[in-house]
């Protein structure tokens, strides 16, 4: 059996496969290092995956993903992980920070040091030809001070009900 290598439904099986290997070196790379250069590179290359499987879904489904996506609770999140992409490779901007339990409280509470999402506030200034507001409004909303791994997650719920949909 002969495998089309440009057929956007098999790269998108590439693609959700990397995504996935990506968000679990990224929980390994918390898991074992304080470093924030040892677990950025995972994360930075989880939001590549994403957004890289997001374009193609759209690509091949159009506007009906889209409305979908931005209609769904776990879909919603793909704007903001396409703002924090941009950011890290554009302007290299590290996105989270390791931080510990702090007040306000939200749940889910998680205890120790993890991951959380800077503030649109902490981050350098982005490059004023690619501005985002939309992106940025939703990094704000659904990310800042947030547990990376948390958008990790809502990401990838929404990449298996749509493709289970597609079927």
Known sequence: MTVDLNDPEYTLVLALEGFRQAAARYQ????ASE???????PLAEALMWAISIDETFFKV???PYRDARDG??????????RY????????LALVAERKGLAPPFRPPITLGLLFRWRPVSELPPPDPRFRDPRGETAYDEL???????QAIV?????????SAQRI
Request: aromatic share 10%; proline share 2%; net charge negative.
């Open 28 to 31: 390994v790379a918390v898991d």
């Open 35 to 41: 470093d924030a250069a040892v677990v950025f590179t």
């Open 61 to 63: 489904d159009d506007q």
């Open 72 to 81: 769904d609770a776990d879909g919603r999140y793909l704007q903001a992980l």
């Open 84 to 91: 924090a992409r941009n950011r890290c490779t554009h302007q």
């Open 143 to 149: 990310l800042a001070k947030n547990p990376a791994d």
């Open 154 to 162: 809502h990401a990838d719920a929404w990449f298996v009900r749509w």
